[in-house]
């Protein structure tokens, strides 16, 4: 469920990423290639990015399906960025909350999308929830599985974890709360990227420069994309990349 992609490079325009490419996140929405829960992600859809000198990304988000936004087409090819994280969603369960189940999600200088679904959602979640103070369950901004799930990574960020330990410590205390979870998580602060493989496939890409991309699946046909295997970490700037099992 869900097509997520997150690039650090040179600025380019956002759609050299998510648009141009044969396989591009855009096409994703209808016909993605290796997704193994679902078939179409029409259910919202969002892009964030940095500018310079300004840590705090951008956001645009709908509801509707990616394809049906001549907007965004446009936004896209005009926009340049040298960061960006994008998502198409397929929900877990029919909902009322409109883009604002979207991702990405954001706080600070933090953008982030969940890959997957939360078993049993919502009542797996409930004994979660004492572990957020009640601000942060007031400030949720869908009542979805993946915005919760934000919430948790987002306490840890807010706590002091570094975004490694956030994702590590929310996924395997989602997964021991809710069996069966597909907990793919993409995190970004236009500096690293951060990512979880647990359950739907991932992806990564480096070079040319000082380029990185890390994706729900390839965008092209590159022979240099390398696939994470499942219950893994990722670490990533725009000069390595570190693999560590969950």
Not at 67 to 72: E, L, N, V
Not at 83 to 89: H, K, W
Not at 214 to 243: F, G, H, K, N
């Amino acid at each position: 469920m869900c097509r997520h992609l997150a690039v650090l490079g040179p600025e380019a325009p956002l759609g050299a990423a998510v648009a141009e490419p044969p396989h591009s996140l855009v096409r994703q929405a209808w016909a993605p290639r290796r997704q193994r829960n679902g078939t179409v992600n029409a259910d919202g859809f969002g892009i964030g990015w940095y500018a310079d000198g300004d840590p705090r990304p951008a956001r645009y988000r709908r509801a509707g399906p990616v394809w049906a936004d001549p907007s965004f087409a446009d936004l896209v090819r005009v926009v340049r960025s040298r960061a960006l994280l994008a998502a198409v969603r397929d929900a877990t369960a029919p909902s009322g909350d409109g883009e604002a189940a979207a991702a990405p999600f954001a706080t600070g200088p933090w953008l982030f999308s969940h890959n997957g679904a939360l078993a049993g959602w919502p009542a797996s979640a409930a004994p979660l929830a004492p572990l957020l103070p009640p601000a942060a369950l007031l400030r949720l901004e869908a009542r979805c599985d993946s915005a919760f799930v934000w919430a948790l990574v987002a306490h840890r960020l807010e706590s002091g974890d570094p975004p490694e330990r956030a994702l590590t410590g929310a996924v395997t205390t989602l997964a021991e709360a809710a069996p069966r979870s597909r907990l793919n998580l993409l995190l970004t602060d236009g500096a690293s990227i951060t990512a979880t493989a647990w359950g739907d496939s991932l992806w990564y890409l480096t070079g040319p420069g000082d380029r990185v991309a890390v994706a729900s699946e390839p965008y092209d046909d590159d022979p240099r994309w390398t696939e994470v295997p499942d219950r893994t970490l990722l670490a990533a700037d725009r000069t390595r990349i570190t693999l560590s099992s969950l």
